[in-house]
């Protein structure tokens, strides 16, 4: 499923909204997710999953090319976690 | 860090300040959109949200594992696990946004 599906879908399931209006809904919900996770927020969807930030430390790293070693700097990465009612669900525990 | 947790309820908020909707409609469709891609994961499909990233499932074989406690074996069935793949965009803007905290 890609994006432009997911909101057809939405879409076809609210036909007393415009399509551009369920496009916006759509990207203001993951537009607010990158915003969070940018302001070192996290963001918690019980029974999806967790969004959040973790902090890489700077390291020394090497070009496979060359073998030359690089200094890394520290940083952020987002990281996801399922939730467990959707683990379950993957694992067919329906509840 | 400003280690502030949001939830569905400020999914919700977002989408009522974008659109004109009510507070309740709103939580709904932001409900609907989680289901949705739940659904289309449980069926084993990929969920790829284009600027956002891919969610994706994968199936684990069965292996032996170990109680680190006791250090007894036991058995860990055949699973699948979610992923998900950050596109470069988020990326990129989280770590701009948390650059030297």
Redesign the interface.
């Known amino acids: 499923m890609i994006r432009s599906e997911l909101i057809q879908k939405l879409s076809d399931e609210n036909p007393h909204l415009y399509q551009r209006d369920v496009e916006r809904i759509v990207n203001a919900i993951f537009e607010e997710i990158i915003d969070a996770l940018s302001s070192g927020n996290r963001v918690e969807l019980r029974g999806f999953g967790a969004f959040s930030v973790k902090k890489r430390d700077a390291r020394v790293g090497r070009n496979p090319r060359t073998g030359e070693s690089v200094s890394v700097e520290e940083k952020h990465v987002p990281f996801f976690k399922a939730g467990k009612l959707l683990r379950d669900r993957l694992n067919g525990q329906e509840s | ?8 309820m ?2 919700s908020e ?2 009522f ?3 004109g ?1 009510s507070r309740n409609e ?1 939580s709904q ?2 409900e ?3 289901e ?3 659904d ?3 069926d084993g ?9 891919t ?1 994706s ?1 994968r199936s684990k074989t069965a292996r032996v594992g170990r109680n680190p406690k006791t250090g007894e074996e036991v058995p860990i069935s055949p ?6 793949r ?1 596109s470069h ?3 990129d ?7 030297g ?1």
Request: aromatic content about 6%.
């Open positions: 860090m400003a280690a502030k947790t949001l939830t569905r400020d999914l977002a989408v300040r974008e659109v909707l709103s469709l932001v609907r959109v989680l949705m891609m739940s289309a994961l449980v499909e990929q969920v790829k949200i284009s600027s956002f990233g969610f499932v699973r699948r696990v979610m992923t998900f950050p965009l988020m990326k803007r989280v770590a701009a946004g948390n650059r905290q």
